[in-house]
């Protein structure tokens, strides 16, 4: 990958005029997309500490950028083989680019009426795996898993319009059928 000398302080500076002049959240994302494609493939903000993982959640967050009132949050999440995140919305527009590694994401579809608290019933919808500078985009009720198949550590640059531990988004168990609360480590 080349350094294009695109910068995290270029692509913060970046993010406050897009939001600031966006009219809502998929123009947000539209113009996001591509500049978070470019510093992924930048990785002049990458560095080995990045890959570092928590072996309980089964990936690392790594803070990389965020705003003294939690908004525009970009982070470094690394992910170890075999494991991954359950399905999970993320309560503001999200942005995740390729940066080191393939990781599969599958995207679910909510099928209940949502009128049963804590009830969630959901369906798959697509599956895909994401190279390196591909980018996923997702609006706040959108949901997704996420699994790294690959028998090392993956990395993904997240950027997010709210820090997710800061919008009361949700993880659901397939299983159960349960919507519950989903809030992340930092490493
Ligand atoms: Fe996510």
């Known amino acids: ?13 970046d993010l406050r005029s897009i939001t600031a ?24 903000w990458l560095q080995a500490q990045h890959y570092e993982c928590n072996e309980e959640q089964g990936f690392g967050v790594h803070l990389l950028h ?12 690394s992910w170890l083989p075999g494991r991954g995140a359950p399905p999970h919305n ?5 942005v995740v680019a390729g940066v080191d590694g393939p990781e599969e ?18 369906s798959k919808r697509a599956e895909k795996v994401f190279e390196e500078g591909e980018v996923v985009a997702l609006e706040p009720d959108h949901i ?3 699994m790294n198949r690959s028998d ?23 299983e159960r059928n349960l919507e519950i609360p989903f809030t992340v480590v930092e490493q």
């Open 152 to 174: 090392r550590v993956t990395v993904s640059l997240h950027t997010y319009g709210m820090h997710v531990n800061h919008t009361g988004r949700s993880q659901f168990d397939l």
């Open 66 to 77: 965020e705003e003294p009132d939690h908004s525009l949050a970009v982070f470094a999440v």
């Open 90 to 94: 993320h309560g503001t527009w999200a």
């Open 105 to 122: 994401n599958c995207f679910w579809e909510r099928i209940d009426d949502g009128s049963i608290e804590g009830h969630a019933e959901l």
């Open 1 to 13: 990958m080349s350094d294009d000398g695109y910068t995290l302080d270029d692509y913060v500076d």
């Open 21 to 44: 002049e966006a009219a809502d959240d998929r123009e947000i994302i539209t113009r996001v997309r591509a500049l978070a494609r470019r510093l992924a493939l930048s990785r002049s």
């Open 144 to 146: 997704h898993s996420v």
